[in-house]
Nanobody
Framework: QVHLVESGGGLVQAGGSLRLSCAPS????????MGWFGQDPGKERLLVAV????????KYADSVKGRFTISRDNAKTTVFLQMNSLKPEDTAVYYC?????????????????WGQGTQVTVSS
């Protein structure tokens, strides 16, 4: 079983920036596409951004285009989410996800491994 470890969440004022990071807790060759999904209490987990296994394809939620940037490191097992121009509506728990396939998916249920979630709170 692959465990993902996230870091970088917190409290920030509107217009500010945060950078989330996520990596497996131990070296693994089982990871392909990775990404971030956001969830409010009692609501469905929704796409924020995903990146393919080789980093060649990326998808963003419309609400974050132009403000968030997803990237991977050269070893392809750490994923980052640079969040700029943050808005109060970006407030959510952000979950890192990974799947064994290199092709990305925008559906949360097609991901095999998850992090514990990191809270992002944007104050107005």
């Amino acid at each position: 079983q692959v465990h993902l470890v996230e870091s970088g969440g917190g409290l920030v004022q509107a217009g500010g920036s945060l950078r989330l990071s996520c990596a497996p807790s131990s070296p693994t060759f089982s990871i392909g596409a990775m990404g971030w999904f956001g969830q409010d209490p009692g609501k469905e987990r929704l796409l924020v951004a995903v990146i393919s296994g080789r980093g060649g394809m990326i998808k963003y939620a419309d609400s974050v285009k132009g403000r968030f940037t997803i990237s991977r490191d050269n070893a392809k097992t750490t994923v980052f989410l640079q969040m700029n121009s943050l808005k109060p509506e970006d407030t959510a728990v952000y979950y890192c996800a990974a799947r064994i396939y290199s092709t990305l998916s925008i559906q949360w249920y097609e991901y095999d491994y998850w992090g514990q979630g990191t809270q992002v709170t944007v104050s107005s």
